[in-house]
């Protein structure tokens, strides 16, 4: 796909993430990894208007090459794909559910959701939650490497989601079902649940392999 084609479709889907109320305002960003280093969106952008041409093109020293400068969060994106030499994409989003999950008190940092579904286990498999930072605190940088060798997603804590994804498709969808998922596990705090069984998610793991 040449550039200017996945400058269209970074706009496009973040106008549809935007128009569903995945994210608001000028939160939340995308990038998408090039041969000569990454698109990300621009710092202060709103999703649901972004201008192709304008969409931040780094090298592969994260130095700003074209473009507007880029998100104040590159650090995690870079972060990431430095841990995932095969993702294509990352999309990192404050949704609401997946937020408000990540505020809760008692749930399991290792893995925050249960798995409520089969796409969930597919799409996300484990959920570790990474330690609270302020906003441009560069130690989260260091918190996500952590994790990301072994997850493609992390719920940063009382912040959102980071996902990655084999192409921006997969990470746009998997960051999805991680929101729907977590209003699903919200919706049923206080009653008696059926997740799937260890040995349900087994079978899932070994019959669709992890899209990032």
Known sequence: ?????????????????????LTFGSTGNISVRIEDGWLMTP???????????????????????????PTKEAFLHTSM??????????????STHSVAASCLHGVDPSNVLPPLTAYYVMR?????????????????????????????????????PVVAGKSLEDAVYATEELEETAKLFLA???????????????ELRRRFPSTA
Do not use: W
């Not at 430095?82 to 404050?94: Q, S």
């Open 81 to 94: 794909y430095e841990c995932r030499p095969n993702a294509g994409a990352i999309v990192h989003l404050h």
């Open 188 to 202: 049923l705090q206080g009653m008696k649940t059926r997740p799937l069984s260890d040995e349900q998610v087994a």
């Open 1 to 21: 796909m040449s550039e200017s084609r996945i400058r269209e479709r970074i706009a496009d889907l973040g106008r549809s993430l935007f128009d569903r109320g």
């Open 43 to 69: 710092t202060g952008s709103s999703l649901g208007n972004l201008d192709p041409a304008r969409i931040s093109k780094l090298d592969l020293n994260g130095q700003l090459v074209d473009g507007d400068a």
């Open 124 to 160: 996300i498999g484990v959920l570790p939650l990474i330690p609270y930072f302020p906003p441009g605190d560069l130690k989260l940088a260091d918190a996500v490497k952590e994790m990301a060798s072994k997850h493609h997603a992390v719920l940063l804590a009382n912040h959102g």
